[in-house]
């Protein structure tokens, strides 16, 4: 296996190297430790912070952002787009609401990210 990724848990943006079998990767090319982490999470775990928008009634905007609360796993993120796509919420809304509440059981949940 070799795989190159560009790590995104800090600024410095390290262009990593994979080799090695996927249980025990080889990580070359990563200035810190979190670049490793990242490196072995992306290739057995990948996971994603979703963000989007919803319909919102009773305002002045027809849509309101929302996010996860956290990252979840990358293989839902078309299935949590159609749920949130069809999600409408009532004004008034504030930041932190929760939209949808623990997607497909991973305990992640869709909030509201602004006042409206």
């Known amino acids: 296996m070799k795989s190159e990724l560009i790590c995104i848990t800090c600024p410095m943006g390290c262009r990593l190297s994979i ?26 775990n990948p ?3 979703i963000c989007s928008t ?7 905007h027809t849509i309101v ?11 839902y993120k078309f ?6 796509n069809g999600v409408e919420v009532q004004s008034p809304v504030e930041m932190g609401d929760v939209v949808l509440e ?12 602004r006042n409206m």
């Open 19 to 44: 080799s090695g079998r996927p249980d025990e990767p080889i990580v070359e090319g990563n200035k810190c430790k979190r670049g490793i982490a990242y490196a072995k999470d992306e290739l057995t």
């Open 65 to 75: 952002p929302v996010k996860t609360d956290r990252a979840i796993p990358e293989k």
């Open 102 to 113: 623990n997607v497909f059981d991973t305990g992640v949940n869709v909030v509201v990210t």
């Open 79 to 84: 299935q949590i787009m159609k749920l949130i």
């Open 54 to 60: 919803v319909k919102i009634s009773g305002g002045i």
């Open 47 to 49: 996971i994603r912070m």
